[in-house]
C-alpha cells in the first residue's frame, strides 16, 4: 500500500515555473514507476511524464517535452515534477502516480495508486 500527497501547486503567470513534489507512504517507493498526469476542466485525465524504478528512464508527453522535468529522490520517497515556461494550456489539477511496472508507462489503468491532486493555474 502507498499514499501520495501532491505539493507545489498554485497560480503562476505565462512563462514561469512551479515545482510540484509528491511523497509518498511506504518503504517500496524505489519499486514502483512513478508518474504525473493532470485533468483540464471537462477534460479526461492525461499523462505528463513518467520514471520508472529500474535504470531511472522517463518519458514525457509532447505537449511538455523541454519545458517540464520528472525526477525522483528514492532516499526521500519523493517524485518532482519541474514545469518550466508554463502555458495557459498547463493549467489543471496534477496528480501522482505509482505503478508497479518496471518501465515508464503512459496508461492510466497501469497506475495502482494515486494522489488527490494538486491545482495549477497559469494565467495570460
Known amino acids: 500500500q502507498v499514499q501520495l500527497t501532491e505539493s507545489g501547486g498554485g497560480l503562476v503567470q505565462a512563462g514561469g515555473s512551479l515545482r510540484l513534489s509528491c511523497s509518498a507512504s511506504?518503504?517500496?517507493?524505489?519499486?514502483?514507476?512513478m508518474a504525473w498526469f493532470r485533468q483540464a476542466p471537462g477534460k479526461e485525465r492525461e499523462f505528463v511524464a513518467a520514471?520508472?524504478?529500474?535504470?531511472?528512464?522517463?518519458d514525457a508527453a509532447d505537449s511538455v517535452k523541454g519545458r517540464f522535468t520528472i525526477s525522483r529522490d528514492n532516499a526521500k520517497n519523493t517524485v518532482y515534477l519541474q514545469m518550466n515556461s508554463l502555458k495557459p494550456e498547463d493549467t489543471g489539477v496534477y496528480y501522482c502516480?505509482?505503478?508497479?511496472?518496471?518501465?515508464?508507462?503512459?496508461?492510466?489503468?497501469?497506475?495502482?495508486?494515486w494522489g488527490q491532486g494538486t491545482q495549477v493555474t497559469v494565467s495570460s
Open positions: 520514471i520508472a524504478w529500474r535504470g531511472g528512464s522517463t
Open positions: 502516480a505509482a505503478s508497479f511496472s518496471s518501465v515508464a508507462v503512459r496508461s492510466l489503468a497501469l497506475y495502482t495508486y
Open positions: 511506504g518503504r517500496t517507493f524505489s519499486s514502483y514507476t
